[in-house]
C-alpha cells in the first residue's frame, strides 16, 4: 500500500497505509506481550527438556532475538511514529523491513519447532537426566527434514489471516457505506494476496504431509486414523475415531493417501499397530483437528476465488450477501492456523524431541501440579483481560475509520 502510495501519490493508498498500520501495531504490542510468557516457560516449567536442548535451541533463539526481533522492533518506531520526522524514502524502508523482520523471525522460531519434529545436526552428549543435544552441524540443525515445508506453511497461514482481515472490515465498511473509496482499495490488494496465500497453501500443506509420511509416520497414521500395520490408505472426508475399537464412522476416499504420498493407490502405508500404544498420539483428536484444517483451507479457496471472480465481472462490492461472509472470514484462518498446530504439536506426542525425549521426561521435577495449575489460571485470566482490551481498541479504531490527511511537503504528513 505504501509503494504504491510513493509510486502514484493517490492519496488514498496514503490513508490505507496510515490506517493498516495502527492496526498492525497493536497486534504486534499483544504478539509481544503475550509470546515472551513461553521463553520464561522452557526454564520454570520444563527443566529436563531446556537441558536436553538448550545447546541447539540456545542458537536459534538467539538468532530471533538479535537478528530478527532487534532489526522488527527497532524499524518499528519509525514505521509508527516517523511519519512527518523522516523521508517518505526512508518511512518505506522501515516499512519494508519490519516486514523483513518479521518473516526472518519466523524462520528462528519455525527452526527451532521443526528440529523438535526432525531432529538432525547433532549428537546426545551424557546419559539419563543429564543427556543433551550438542549442534556438530548448524546448517544441518537449520535446514532439518521438516524446515522448509513447515515454514513455508506458517507463512502461508499468516498472509492469510492478514488478507482475511482486511477482506473483513473493508466488507464491514462497505455494508455500513462507509469509506468506500478506502474499502474497495484494501479489498482489491487483499483479494490478491488471499488468492496467491491460499493456493500456495495447498501445495505447502501437501509437501508438508509428505514429511510427515517419511519422519513421522506415527503421526501421519493418526491424521488419517489408520490402524493396519501396513495397507493402503484411504482419506476420509470427516469422522469420529473410536480409539478402543480402532475403528472410524465417516466418509472414506479409499486409497487416496496412499495415492496422495506416493501417486499409487495400492502402495501400503505405515499404521497405527505399526507402533506400540504407548509411542501412538492421541488419535481422534488429530484426526479431528486436521480434517477441520483441511476443511477450512479448502474453503477459503473458494472463497477467495470467488472475491476474485466477483471482482473481475463488477460483482463484488455490491453483493450484500457475500461481504456478510467475507466479515465473518476473518474467523476461518485464525481457527485453521490453531488446528494446525493442534495437528502438528498434539500428533508428535508423546516426544517432546521426536524419537529422542518423550514429553513426561521433559518436565521440571520441582515444579507440582498446583504450582502449574495456579500459573495457568492467572496466566489465563491475564491472557483474557488483554483479549478483551484489544478487542475494544480494535474495535475503537474499525470504527473509528481511516483519518483524512494533508501531505506536508517532503514528507508523509
Not at 491475564?382 to 475509520?401: C, H, R, W
Request: hydrophobic share 50%; charged share 15%; glycine share 8%.
Amino acid at each position: 500500500m505504501e509503494g504504491a502510495y510513493l509510486k502514484t501519490k493517490n492519496q488514498m493508498y496514503h490513508s490505507m497505509t496510515r490506517f493498516w498500520v495502527k492496526i498492525f501495531a497493536l497486534i504486534f504490542a499483544l504478539g509481544v506481550a503475550t509470546g515472551i510468557v513461553m521463553e520464561f516457560q522452557f526454564g520454570t516449567n520444563w527443566a529436563t527438556y531446556s537441558r536436553f536442548v538448550g545447546d541447539v535451541f540456545g542458537s536459534a533463539l538467539a538468532a530471533e532475538g538479535i537478528f530478527a526481533f532487534f532489526l522488527e522492533s527497532g524499524f518499528l518506531a519509525i514505521l509508527v511514529f516517523g511519519w512527518d520526522k523522516v523521508k517518505p524514502t526512508t518511512h518505506f524502508i522501515s516499512t519494508i523491513l519490519v516486514a523483513f523482520g518479521a518473516h526472518f523471525s519466523a524462520i528462528w522460531i519455525v527452526v527451532a519447532n521443526s528440529w523438535q519434529q526432525t531432529p538432525t545436526g547433532h549428537h546426545i552428549v551424557g546419559t539419563g537426566d543429564s543427556a543433551r543435544a550438542e549442534i556438530v552441524d548448524f546448517w544441518q540443525v537449520v535446514f532439518n527434514p521438516s524446515f522448509l515445508d513447515r515454514i513455508s506453511h506458517v507463512y502461508m497461514g499468516a498472509w492469510q489471516a492478514a488478507a482475511f482481515f482486511v477482506l473483513s472490515v473493508s466488507a464491514f465498511y462497505l455494508l455500513r457505506n462507509k469509506h468506500r473509496e478506502f474499502a474497495m482499495g484494501s479489498m482489491k490488494i487483499g483479494i490478491v494476496i488471499a488468492v496467491v496465500a491460499s493456493v500456495l497453501q495447498l501445495v505447502t500443506g501437501h509437501s508438508s504431509a509428505n514429511v510427515v509420511a517419511e519422519h513421522q509416520p506415527a503421526k501421519l497414521a493418526a491424521m488419517e486414523a489408520h490402524y493396519p500395520a501396513s495397507a493402503p490408505a484411504g482419506l476420509y472426508l470427516f469422522g469420529w475415531v473410536d480409539e478402543d475399537e480402532e475403528k472410524v464412522t465417516g466418509i472414506e476416499i479409499p486409497g487416496l493417501l496412499s495415492f496422495l504420498i506416493s501417486w499409487d493407490a495400492s502402495k501400503p502405508v505405515t499404521g497405527l499397530n505399526s507402533f506400540e500404544p504407548e509411542d501412538r498420539p492421541p488419535v481422534n483428536l488429530v484426526f479431528q483437528s486436521y480434517h477441520i484444517m483441511v476443511a477450512i483451507g479448502m474453503l477459503l479457496i473458494l472463497l477467495a476465488l470467488i472475491a476474485a471472480f466477483k471482482w473481475k465481472t463488477g460483482s463484488l462490492f455490491e453483493s450484500r450477501w457475500f461481504l456478510y461472509v467475507l466479515v465473518f472470514s476473518v474467523l476461518l484462518p485464525q481457527i485453521a492456523n490453531q488446528m494446525g498446530w493442534f495437528t502438528a504439536e498434539v500428533g508428535r506426542q508423546p516426544w517432546i524431541v521426536y524419537g529422542l525425549l518423550r514429553t513426561k521426561d521433559g518436565l521440571s521435577a520441582s515444579v507440582g501440579a498446583g504450582q502449574v495449575l495456579l500459573s495457568l489460571i492467572m496466566f489465563t485470566l491475564i491472557y483474557i483481560l488483554l483479549f478483551a482490551l484489544f478487542i475494544f481498541l480494535l474495535n475503537e479504531k474499525i470504527k473509528g475509520g481511516p483519518e483524512k490527511y494533508e501531505l506536508k511537503e517532503g514528507h508523509m504528513a
